[in-house]
């Protein structure tokens, strides 16, 4: 099938940059390999950025779009009985689902920039990014989920996990540079007592030269004495 532009003009990859081609609605590119490859680095670009910033940000207090309390909202009018920690594929995939969702979907369409681009959406809020853990959605529906999880507190299971791993992680280098530096002050300390222990001995000897001497003063006055 040929790729076409929203025109239905034939669109050529070789003509086209990547950051233009990704400008225009995915259903103008038809089955193009290298528009699709383009769009899965995307999706996983958007999906390595997203799992970071709920790792190192308490994702309660997150803003994903300037609309979020409208989404949200909207959601949960239409989904309220949704099981959004791990997710049924077919909740999002099946027919009957695809035929709920479309309309949510449609209402954000000149709202949510880029509302129907493909994302990649974590089927288990706990986990990360995995093949297994990921399925592939429109922009509004991944917004729509993860903005839910936040509010909800789901993904705190991330942030809390990823946090403890890394205060771990520096308690451990910490213990170590104590470890290293007591080990240097027990070296120091060893090397102290050995130079106290060399003083010494040369006190001792030179303690014992000054009574040879004296031994042998008192001899020579004794001499003359006699």
Same mark, same amino acid.
């Given at each position: 099938?040929?790729?076409?532009?929203?025109?239905?003009?034939?669109?050529?990859?070789?003509?086209?940059?990547?950051?233009?081609a990704?400008?225009?609605?995915?259903?103008s590119?038809?089955?193009?390999?290298?528009?699709?490859?383009?769009?899965?680095m995307?999706a996983?670009?958007?999906?390595?950025?997203?799992?970071?910033?709920?790792?190192s940000?308490?994702?309660?207090?997150?803003?994903? +779009?300037?609309?979020?309390?409208?989404?949200?909202?909207?959601?949960?009018?239409?989904?309220?009985?949704?099981?959004?920690?791990?997710?049924?594929?077919?909740?999002?995939?099946?027919?009957?689902?695809?035929?709920?969702?479309?309309?949510?979907?449609? !209402?954000f369409?000149?709202?949510?920039?880029?509302?129907?681009?493909?994302?990649l959406?974590?089927l288990?809020?706990?986990?990360?990014? +995995?093949?297994?853990?990921?399925?592939?959605?429109p922009?509004?529906?991944?917004?729509?989920?993860?903005?839910?999880?936040?509010?909800?507190?789901?993904?705190?299971?991330v942030?809390?996990?990823?946090?403890?791993?890394?205060?771990?992680?520096?308690?451990?280098?910490?213990?170590?540079?104590?470890? +290293?530096?007591?080990?240097g002050?027990?070296?120091?300390?060893?090397?102290?007592?050995?130079?106290?222990?060399?003083?010494?001995?040369?006190? +001792?000897?030179?303690?014992?030269? !000054?009574?040879?001497?004296?031994?042998?003063?008192?001899?020579?006055?004794?001499?003359?004495?006699?």
């Amino acid at each position: 099938m040929a790729a076409t532009s929203g025109t239905d003009e034939p669109v050529s990859g070789e003509l086209v940059s990547v950051a233009h081609a990704l400008s225009l609605p995915a259903e103008s590119y038809g089955n193009d390999p290298d528009i699709e490859m383009a769009w899965a680095m995307r999706a996983m670009l958007h999906a390595e950025v997203y799992y970071k910033l709920i790792s190192s940000v308490d994702p309660q207090f997150l803003k994903l +779009t300037k609309v979020d309390d409208q989404i949200y909202s909207e959601f949960r009018k239409n989904f309220e009985k949704l099981k959004i920690d791990i997710l049924d594929p077919e909740e999002l995939k099946s027919e009957s689902a695809k035929e709920k969702w479309r309309p949510f979907c449609l !209402k954000f369409n000149g709202i949510v920039e880029d509302f129907n681009y493909g994302t990649l959406l974590r089927l288990d809020c706990s986990q990360g990014y +995995t093949e297994e853990n990921t399925v592939f959605v429109p922009r509004i529906q991944f917004f729509a989920i993860e903005i839910a999880r936040n509010r909800e507190g789901y993904n705190k299971a991330v942030y809390i996990s990823v946090q403890n791993k890394e205060g771990g992680e520096k308690r451990a280098d910490s213990g170590e540079e104590e470890n +290293t530096k007591n080990r240097g002050e027990k070296g120091a300390d060893s090397g102290e007592e050995k130079e106290e222990g060399i003083n010494r001995e040369e006190k +001792t000897d030179k303690g014992g030269e !000054k009574g040879e001497e004296a031994d042998k003063d008192i001899n020579k006055s004794g001499e003359k004495a006699m």
